[in-house]
């Protein structure tokens, strides 16, 4: 990567207003004249679960195109960057509707600036994602991520049966009975890296029911060489879609994640999903992280 393509990376993490929260990932807004290795050099260098380049820019028109990617690689889409990115650009060019082209399709994006937030002013921005889409998981799918996990058959919810769910990647959802087992996660990276890989799954989305409308939730992430999100758009627009083909969604169709906390990085995701459309809405804030210089892999920038 040569000085003139080197470019400016700012960092936000998304779904939270505290810079110790939240799920942290690296924007670039001016991606233009990066290959596909000068980008997965830049998410490498930076270390971020995610992060989002934006390689085409209409400010007129408040479209982009944008990719992602881990540290490893490209990623067809990432909820958490994606709510970075417009919290970014909306501070840059004022709040209001905004659409990005991504690898899985249009993402409309509302950004709102809510003078009650704290603090003051803080940026919202509600994702609408791709139709989503949920199956059962088979038992040879099951019995493979719960080996990785350490898990048994009796952790499970049987309220909540797994299900592979499309919100824009693949996420197996494993719904556990007790906030305990939850807590407690600790599995074998290389071995559900393995899982995941044979499956196509982007991370798990491991969650415990506390109520109608308030989930807690995991994800491992080991394909994308990050042992866990903190927070994760695309499953929860996926976690949508899931307790729609369930017949469990709340009777408002609004509920909460709480994601992160067992990280020590609370993070609150708010996700809408309705019986008559098949995208989920998931809301959720972003603040940048001062003080942070960036690396391309090559030397700091």
């Known amino acids: 990567m040569s000085l003139m393509t080197r470019p400016d990376i700012l960092r936000y993490t998304a779904f939270t207003t505290d810079p110790a929260g939240g799920n942290p990932a690296g924007v670039v ?37 944008l990719r992602y990617f ?24 004022g709040p209001g509707p905004l659409l990005f082209d991504t690898p899985v399709g249009e993402i409309a994006v509302d950004t709102a600036q809510d003078a009650s937030a704290e603090p003051e002013g803080s940026v919202t921005a509600t994702l609408t994602s791709v139709p989503t889409r949920s199956r059962p998981a088979s038992d040879t799918e099951v019995s493979a991520s719960l080996a990785a996990l350490h898990w048994s058959p009796g952790d499970l919810d049987p309220a909540l049966p797994p299900h592979v769910a499309f919100g ?3 996420h197996l959802v494993l719904a556990v009975a007790t906030r305990e087992r939850l807590a407690a996660l600790d599995y074998d990276f290389d071995a559900l890296a393995e899982v995941m890989r044979r499956h196509g799954w982007t991370t798990l989305q491991l969650v415990w029911r506390e109520a109608a409308e308030l989930f ?4 491992p992430f080991p394909i994308g060489g990050v042992v866990e999100d903190p ?15 369930l017949g469990a969604l709340p009777p408002a169709g609004a509920f909460t994640i709480r994601q992160g906390q067992d990280l020590g990085r609370p993070s609150l ?14 809301s959720g804030q972003a603040v940048a992280i001062a003080g942070v210089r960036a690396s391309t892999g090559e030397g700091d920038v």
Do not use: K, Q, W
């Open 29 to 65: 807004l001016d991606a233009a004249a990066l290959d596909d290795a000068a980008m997965l050099a830049t998410a490498a260098g930076i270390g971020y679960s995610e992060t989002a380049f934006v390689t085409v820019a209409d400010r007129a028109a408040r479209r982009f195109r």
């Open 70 to 93: 881990s540290p490893l690689a490209e990623v067809a889409f990432c909820g958490h960057a994606t709510v970075a990115t417009a919290v970014a650009l909306a501070e840059r060019i």
């Open 168 to 170: 824009g990647n693949e």
């Open 216 to 219: 807690h939730a995991r994800d």
């Open 231 to 245: 927070a994760t758009g695309a499953a929860a627009a996926a976690l949508g879609g899931y307790l729609r083909a």
């Open 269 to 282: 995701l708010r996700v809408e999903a309705s019986t008559t459309d098949p995208r989920v809405r998931v």
